[in-house]
């Protein structure tokens, strides 16, 4: 391979699009006055209506994708069956897991009736086969006896049989070879029919994924060459699509020089070979937050391209039209174009991961959605970028991909009044009715975008593809229902909604402005402008040294908070709330500055920190809320003739101790809810990260909490925190750390005379993740690097123990070892950094004792790189493989993950990880629901997280803590949890003692 030395340019100042996070209405009036005045949608559909009355008098072919959601639409319990069949079936290795994934899907539906009986191989099956499971299936996931178990096979291979057909028509080959022969069939009965082969490249997690993908490009290129399938130029000419994630593991914007030194030379080893064929290369579109970095490779290669492949036109990318900054993308793209005096090829496509666009703003807390909310709003969009290509026509050759009959019409009239050549494209399988009706029209030249892959490859593609073009409101669904008037399906979208199609991320706890928890605001660091902000903050940041408190202080101190605590329990409710709001406002406008400090004093990556004030933050108002829903007094029901009201009041001097791991969320939660309740509180941070500590204790006073309702006690554990904890004016403890200083703790207050004083405890746990061999690998790799190395392992949910299936193991294995190598190991306050230091350097000797102890007891997996260059208190984020669940006694609070085959019975795992006796996390990977299910209220353990990672607890959406070993409840960020800071009184009264009961005397008459 060829290697050119690259660089990507440096960092801009500014971004070269406008923020993703704009208001939807103002950017779609934008676009609707930049529609072409060619544009008659009235025209467009009557040539649409034809094309449609076509469609259902002849429909398309019973495999393509329009029959198959006719007849199992994904809003049916038999589509979202047969979907997750074809998600995971193919790729199951063990005919017991098999059986209990078809058992677990097809009993949830009645395949015996299909919708409509045109989906002849599909529907057939179905009324045999998959009808007749329901009888020979296991009922659960265990084993049944042997006729069942043979029975059982019979079905499932026939399953098996069914979604491979099923796949067979959404993917045009499984190698290159097989689609250009497919091609070439298609060819002779459409000839002017062009092919973009796509690789069924996702996205590579090794280094090793990344080569084998890129040695799929370059051999699908050779084919393509040598296949000969020559037009005017690479406009004319089959053409390959290519997807930079594949090519690169670490393909993101903080990964920028990584790019520039990685990615860069194998494109433009791609680049070379399809310009020398004179065929075209498209990039494929990814998620928002990679756009501007797209946009920096594409005028990289663009540039370099320029002189070498001057004739050369064979150059593109994908726009996603559903993206608020896709006209903006095309003006850029035309500009990159004239600058270099090039042609390039741009295909317009809808666009894909709209549902992770969406949670990823709402859980980011973003301003706005990078995405527009209502579906006509993306046509809107689509038209408005098609009349832009159309306008630089000069320097694009514009590509439609759309199966909206309506959409296509308008091009054809948008683009005839501006006599410019364009081309169609359809996904193999999809849109083969519209567009035997267009390609009646020979003129109209139309190209296949085709995945190329094995059955078990296409998985992730093809429930993408139902998922986008089967929902209830999509073209492709609606066409051959024919309950839906052809003008309805037709109707113009150029009418933007009034409201948008969802609430907005601030608004997704149901804040409407005056009611409702307002979801903190948060940062897109991709965004040039946002993350200056931060790094500014990292670089202002100052870690002022905070005195200890004196441990002969100690008892003036509880003596001035129990003093100061009957003025704050009769505070009014709603003035405590008042303040806890005021907080959270507070630390909202100042996180630049706390994310700042978090970085110096605690050494936390940019990222985390972030995460972490939004947590403080939410914690404040949350407690707020649940405060005055839940502790006001209230009337309880009894006999006439008397009052009942239970009351709830703060049981005085709370002491509050926290770790270093989560300096403010922690430490803000544990004293906001003590305060809210009613309590005074000697808050004790960890000795490693006063500073941050310090900070929001003085931000609480500036909101209001009185001085002698909340001090900060800094100092040791053993000396600060045990005097705090033993002083008799104590009246309760809220404790977050290891479970040995938890016992201790409990211990003290036992010993102690006077009240029974309550403990609140948070600790650790062997956090476990179960993994069977439905999962899908790359989904649970990327579930273990985030949930055992994000925040250098030093979490309380971290992953310590992952659990997997013996038929899926080695490749799980192997993919955990190559994406170890692909961490960024160092300097926190760099962007690049995914694992920085451990807290300090006695944190630092006992986990590296502990990873030398596995050196010798246990095969090491693999192990992130450390430069010699990188200083401070670093472990290499490392794996190994141990031979049993017991192998594991007790917490290494850091970096190091063991993981452990298992076979037979997931139950039996379940039970092992309960006998551990730790109880704080646990993880799940599963496509048996089922499954799932059951092994989530088997275990004993306070959080468990299916499919996704084990990190990362919303206050109020997963109230965190555990039990057994890992805590004494109740949740924090819980509905539960303030009542455990309150004491409780029943005031009687009895209302008849003066003279008899006048209330009841009043209604009764003799």
Request: charged residues 20%.
């Given at each position: 391979m060829n290697q050119v030395p690259f660089s990507l340019s440096p960092r801009r100042a500014a971004d070269r699009l406008p923020s993703p996070y704009r208001d939807e209405a103002t950017v779609l009036q934008d676009l609707l006055s930049r529609l072409p005045a060619s544009l008659s949608w009235p025209a467009a559909m009557d040539t649409a209506r034809p094309w449609v009355a076509a469609v259902r008098e002849s429909p398309a072919p019973f495999w393509a994708m329009e029959s198959l959601l006719r007849d199992y639409p994904i809003s049916s319990a038999e589509?979202?069956?047969?979907?997750?069949?074809?998600?995971?079936?193919?790729?199951?290795?063990?005919?017991?897991?098999?059986?209990?994934?078809?058992?677990?899907?097809?009993?949830?539906?009645?395949?015996?009736?299909?919708?409509?009986?045109?989906?002849?191989?599909?529907?057939?099956?179905?009324?045999?086969?998959?009808?007749?499971?329901?009888?020979?299936?296991?009922?659960?996931?265990?084993?049944?006896?042997?006729?069942?178990?043979?029975?059982?096979?019979?079905?499932?291979?026939?399953?098996?049989?069914?979604?491979?057909?099923?796949?067979?028509?959404?993917?045009?080959?499984?190698?290159?070879?097989?689609?250009?022969?497919?091609?070439?069939?298609?060819?002779?009965?459409?000839?002017?029919?062009?092919?973009?082969?796509?690789?069924?490249?996702?996205?590579?997690?090794?280094?090793?994924?990344?080569?084998?993908?890129?040695?799929?490009?370059?051999d699908a290129i050779e084919h393509i060459a040598k296949a000969g399938v020559r037009g005017a130029g690479p406009e004319g000419s089959d053409g390959i699509s290519i997807k930079l994630s594949a090519l690169f593991s670490r393909y993101e914007d903080a990964q920028r020089e990584r790019v520039g030194?990685?990615?860069?030379?194998?494109?433009?080893?791609?680049?070379?070979?399809?310009?020398?064929?004179?065929?075209?290369?498209?990039?494929?579109?990814?998620?928002c937050d990679r756009l501007e970095l797209s946009l920096d490779v594409f005028e990289a290669l663009a540039t370099r391209a320029a002189p070498r492949f001057p004739q050369w036109r064979g150059f593109g990318l994908a726009v996603q039209a559903y993206q608020t900054r896709a006209r903006h993308v095309i003006d850029e793209v035309a500009r990159i174009a004239r600058t270099n005096g090039q042609r390039f090829m741009v295909r317009l496509v809808k666009g894909a991961y709209w549902d992770g666009e969406i949670k990823r703003a709402q859980e980011?807390?973003?301003?706005?959605?990078?995405?527009?909310?209502?579906?006509?709003?993306?046509?809107?969009?689509?038209?408005?970028?098609?009349?832009?290509?159309?306008?630089?026509?000069?320097?694009?050759?514009?590509?439609?991909?759309?199966?909206?009959?309506?959409?296509?019409?308008?091009?054809q009239s948008m683009a005839k009044a501006r006599g410019a050549t364009y081309e169609m494209q359809r996904l193999h399988g999809m849109g083969?009715?519209?567009?035997?009706?267009?390609?009646?029209?020979?003129?109209?030249?139309?190209?296949?975008?085709?995945?190329?892959?094995?059955?078990?490859?296409?998985?992730?593609?093809?429930?993408?593809?139902?998922?986008?073009?089967?929902?209830?409101?999509?073209?492709?669904?609606?066409?051959?229902?024919?309950?839906?008037?052809?003008?309805?399906?037709?109707?113009?979208?150029?009418?933007?909604?009034?409201?948008?199609?969802?609430?907005?991320?601030?608004?997704?706890?149901?804040?409407?402005?005056t009611s409702g928890r307002r979801n903190p605001q948060g940062a897109d660091l991709a965004v040039t402008a946002e993350r200056a902000v931060y790094e500014q903050a990292v670089d202002a940041a100052v870690v002022e040294s905070v005195p200890e408190a004196p441990v002969g202080g100690i008892a003036a101190t509880m003596t001035r908070l129990h003093g100061g605590f009957t003025a704050w329990n009769a505070t009014p409710l709603a003035d405590r709330a008042a303040v806890l709001r005021r907080a959270a406002d507070a630390l909202e406008q100042r996180q630049p500055e706390f994310c700042g400090l978090l970085v110096r004093e605690a050494h936390k990556t940019l990222g985390d920190c972030i995460s972490e004030v939004r947590e403080a933050i939410d914690f404040c108002r949350y407690y707020a809320d649940q405060a005055e829903a839940t502790l006001a007094s209230r009337a309880l029901p009894g006999p006439t003739g008397e009052s009942n009201t239970l009351h709830l009041h703060g049981r005085g001097v709370f002491v509050c101790i926290s770790p270093w791991n989560f300096p403010l969320a922690i430490f803000a939660g544990q004293v906001v809810a003590a305060l809210v309740a009613g309590n005074t509180v000697a808050a004790k941070p960890a000795e490693q990260t006063p500073a941050v500590a310090a900070r929001f204790v003085a931000l609480l006073h500036e909101a209001g909490v009185p001085a002698d309702a909340l001090v900060l006690q800094h100092g040791e554990g053993h000396t600060v925190g045990a005097a705090l904890?033993?002083?008799?004016?104590?009246?309760?403890?809220?404790?977050?750390?290891?479970?040995?200083?938890?016992?201790?703790?409990?211990?003290?207050?036992?010993?102690?005379?006077?009240?029974?004083?309550p403990l609140i405890a948070e600790t650790g746990g062997i956090n476990a993740m179960v993994v069977d061999s439905t999962a899908l690998p790359e989904q649970v790799v990327d579930a273990v690097v985030q949930s055992a190395f994000r925040s250098a392992g030093q979490r309380c949910s971290a992953l310590r123990l992952l659990c997997v299936h013996?038929?899926?193991?080695?490749?799980?294995?192997?993919?955990?070892?190559?994406?170890?190598?692909?961490?960024?190991?160092?300097?926190?306050?760099?962007?690049?950094?995914?694992?920085?230091?451990?807290?300090?350097?006695?944190?630092?000797?006992?986990?590296?004792?502990?990873?030398?102890?596995?050196?010798?007891?246990?095969?090491?997996?693999?192990?992130?790189?450390?430069?010699?260059?990188?200083?401070?208190?670093?472990?290499?984020?490392?794996?190994?493989?141990?031979?049993?669940?017991?192998?594991?006694?007790?917490?290494?609070?850091?970096?190091?993950?063991?993981?452990?085959?298992?076979?037979?019975?997931?139950?039996?795992?379940?039970?092992?990880?309960?006998?551990?006796?730790?109880?704080?996390?646990?993880?799940?990977?599963?496509?048996?629901?089922?499954?799932?299910?059951?092994?989530?209220?088997?275990?004993?353990?306070?959080?468990?997280?299916?499919?996704?990672?084990?990190?990362?607890?919303?206050?109020?959406?997963?109230?965190?803590?555990?039990e057994g070993l890992s805590g004494t409840g109740p949740k924090a960020g819980g509905p539960h949890y303030l009542f455990r800071f309150c004491a409780e009184q029943t005031v009687t009264i009895n209302t008849a003692a003066a003279g008899g009961n006048a209330a009841l005397l009043a209604g009764t008459s003799h």
């Amino acid at each position: 391979m060829n290697q050119v030395p690259f660089s990507l340019s440096p960092r801009r100042a500014a971004d070269r699009l406008p923020s993703p996070y704009r208001d939807e209405a103002t950017v779609l009036q934008d676009l609707l006055s930049r529609l072409p005045a060619s544009l008659s949608w009235p025209a467009a559909m009557d040539t649409a209506r034809p094309w449609v009355a076509a469609v259902r008098e002849s429909p398309a072919p019973f495999w393509a994708m329009e029959s198959l959601l006719r007849d199992y639409p994904i809003s049916s319990a038999e589509g979202l069956a047969l979907m997750r069949l074809a998600e995971a079936l193919l790729r199951v290795p063990d005919a017991a897991t098999a059986i209990a994934l078809t058992a677990d899907q097809l009993g949830k539906a009645d395949f015996g009736t299909p919708a409509a009986s045109h989906h002849k191989v599909i529907s057939g099956l179905s009324s045999s086969v998959i009808a007749l499971s329901k009888r020979f299936l296991p009922d659960h996931d265990h084993e049944g006896g042997l006729f069942k178990r043979l029975g059982a096979q019979t079905v499932v291979a026939a399953t098996v049989r069914a979604i491979q057909l099923m796949g067979r028509q959404f993917v045009l080959g499984r190698q290159i070879r097989e689609a250009l022969s497919e091609a070439d069939g298609a060819r002779k009965v459409q000839p002017q029919l062009r092919y973009s082969y796509d690789m069924l490249g996702e996205g590579a997690r090794t280094e090793a994924d990344a080569r084998r993908y890129l040695a799929s490009y370059h051999d699908a290129i050779e084919h393509i060459a040598k296949a000969g399938v020559r037009g005017a130029g690479p406009e004319g000419s089959d053409g390959i699509s290519i997807k930079l994630s594949a090519l690169f593991s670490r393909y993101e914007d903080a990964q920028r020089e990584r790019v520039g030194d990685t990615l860069l030379p194998r494109v433009w080893s791609l680049m070379e070979r399809a310009a020398a064929a004179d065929i075209n290369l498209t990039i494929d579109a990814e998620e928002c937050d990679r756009l501007e970095l797209s946009l920096d490779v594409f005028e990289a290669l663009a540039t370099r391209a320029a002189p070498r492949f001057p004739q050369w036109r064979g150059f593109g990318l994908a726009v996603q039209a559903y993206q608020t900054r896709a006209r903006h993308v095309i003006d850029e793209v035309a500009r990159i174009a004239r600058t270099n005096g090039q042609r390039f090829m741009v295909r317009l496509v809808k666009g894909a991961y709209w549902d992770g666009e969406i949670k990823r703003a709402q859980e980011l807390g973003l301003p706005a959605y990078p995405v527009y909310t209502h579906k006509h709003h993306t046509d809107i969009s689509y038209l408005a970028c098609a009349g832009a290509l159309i306008d630089h026509a000069d320097v694009i050759y514009p590509q439609f991909a759309t199966h909206n009959a309506g959409t296509i019409a308008a091009i054809q009239s948008m683009a005839k009044a501006r006599g410019a050549t364009y081309e169609m494209q359809r996904l193999h399988g999809m849109g083969e009715g519209v567009y035997r009706e267009v390609l009646k029209d020979a003129g109209v030249p139309v190209r296949v975008y085709a995945p190329v892959g094995e059955h078990r490859d296409l998985l992730a593609y093809l429930v993408r593809r139902l998922l986008e073009n089967g929902a209830n409101s999509s073209f492709v669904h609606q066409l051959t229902d024919e309950s839906v008037p052809v003008d309805t399906l037709l109707a113009s979208p150029l009418h933007p909604a009034a409201v948008p199609g969802l609430p907005l991320p601030v608004a997704l706890y149901g804040f409407d402005g005056t009611s409702g928890r307002r979801n903190p605001q948060g940062a897109d660091l991709a965004v040039t402008a946002e993350r200056a902000v931060y790094e500014q903050a990292v670089d202002a940041a100052v870690v002022e040294s905070v005195p200890e408190a004196p441990v002969g202080g100690i008892a003036a101190t509880m003596t001035r908070l129990h003093g100061g605590f009957t003025a704050w329990n009769a505070t009014p409710l709603a003035d405590r709330a008042a303040v806890l709001r005021r907080a959270a406002d507070a630390l909202e406008q100042r996180q630049p500055e706390f994310c700042g400090l978090l970085v110096r004093e605690a050494h936390k990556t940019l990222g985390d920190c972030i995460s972490e004030v939004r947590e403080a933050i939410d914690f404040c108002r949350y407690y707020a809320d649940q405060a005055e829903a839940t502790l006001a007094s209230r009337a309880l029901p009894g006999p006439t003739g008397e009052s009942n009201t239970l009351h709830l009041h703060g049981r005085g001097v709370f002491v509050c101790i926290s770790p270093w791991n989560f300096p403010l969320a922690i430490f803000a939660g544990q004293v906001v809810a003590a305060l809210v309740a009613g309590n005074t509180v000697a808050a004790k941070p960890a000795e490693q990260t006063p500073a941050v500590a310090a900070r929001f204790v003085a931000l609480l006073h500036e909101a209001g909490v009185p001085a002698d309702a909340l001090v900060l006690q800094h100092g040791e554990g053993h000396t600060v925190g045990a005097a705090l904890v033993a002083h008799p004016l104590v009246a309760g403890v809220c404790f977050t750390g290891s479970t040995a200083v938890a016992k201790a703790i409990n211990r003290a207050l036992a010993a102690k005379d006077g009240p029974i004083v309550p403990l609140i405890a948070e600790t650790g746990g062997i956090n476990a993740m179960v993994v069977d061999s439905t999962a899908l690998p790359e989904q649970v790799v990327d579930a273990v690097v985030q949930s055992a190395f994000r925040s250098a392992g030093q979490r309380c949910s971290a992953l310590r123990l992952l659990c997997v299936h013996e038929g899926i193991a080695d490749g799980v294995i192997e993919m955990i070892a190559g994406a170890l190598q692909e961490l960024s190991v160092g300097d926190p306050s760099q962007l690049s950094t995914d694992v920085g230091p451990v807290i300090d350097a006695e944190a630092h000797a006992n986990i590296a004792r502990e990873v030398t102890r596995l050196e010798g007891s246990a095969r090491v997996i693999g192990r992130a790189p450390v430069g010699l260059d990188v200083t401070g208190h670093v472990i290499a984020p490392v794996a190994f493989e141990v031979a049993k669940v017991s192998d594991l006694s007790a917490e290494i609070f850091g970096p190091v993950l063991h993981v452990v085959r298992w076979s037979g019975d997931a139950d039996a795992v379940i039970r092992e990880v309960n006998q551990l006796g730790y109880g704080l996390t646990l993880g799940l990977q599963t496509r048996i629901d089922s499954r799932a299910l059951r092994l989530a209220a088997e275990a004993r353990i306070g959080n468990v997280y299916v499919n996704r990672n084990m990190i990362g607890a919303v206050v109020g959406v997963q109230p965190f803590g555990g039990e057994g070993l890992s805590g004494t409840g109740p949740k924090a960020g819980g509905p539960h949890y303030l009542f455990r800071f309150c004491a409780e009184q029943t005031v009687t009264i009895n209302t008849a003692a003066a003279g008899g009961n006048a209330a009841l005397l009043a209604g009764t008459s003799h």
